[in-house]
């Protein structure tokens, strides 16, 4: 379980520096490479955080409806912070 938690974490924080430095470098200053190599980090934190919210989904025997949860929170900036905190707390 600490293992997703982290990769939750880094997944967020890679999501929101493609959003927030990578994109702006890439379509205001004309600088794509920021969002080749953020995008290819984010990308593999992407996967490797579905991959471990379907691992803890049958380790942990959580209901598809937590999985269903985890899978959307990777969808929104700061949605796997936001389901650690609320939904792995209980």
């Known amino acids: 379980m600490n293992f997703f938690k982290w990769i939750g974490r880094l997944e ?22 920021y969002v080749k190599y953020m ?3 984010h990308g ?3 996967m490797g955080y579905v991959g471990s919210a379907v691992y803890v989904f049958f380790e942990y ?5 937590k999985l269903l ?4 929170a990777s969808l929104i900036p ?12 209980n």
Do not use: N
């Not at 967020?12 to 490479?33: D, N, R, T, V």
């Open 12 to 33: 967020g924080l890679s999501f929101l520096l493609l959003l927030l430095i990578a994109m702006p470098m890439k379509y205001i200053y004309g600088e794509p490479l």
């Open 44 to 46: 593999v934190l992407f």
């Open 61 to 65: 025997k959580w209901k598809f409806s």
């Open 69 to 72: 949860l985890a899978a959307v």
């Open 78 to 89: 700061v949605g796997p912070w936001i389901f650690e905190k609320r939904l792995l707390a």
């Open 39 to 41: 995008g290819w980090a």
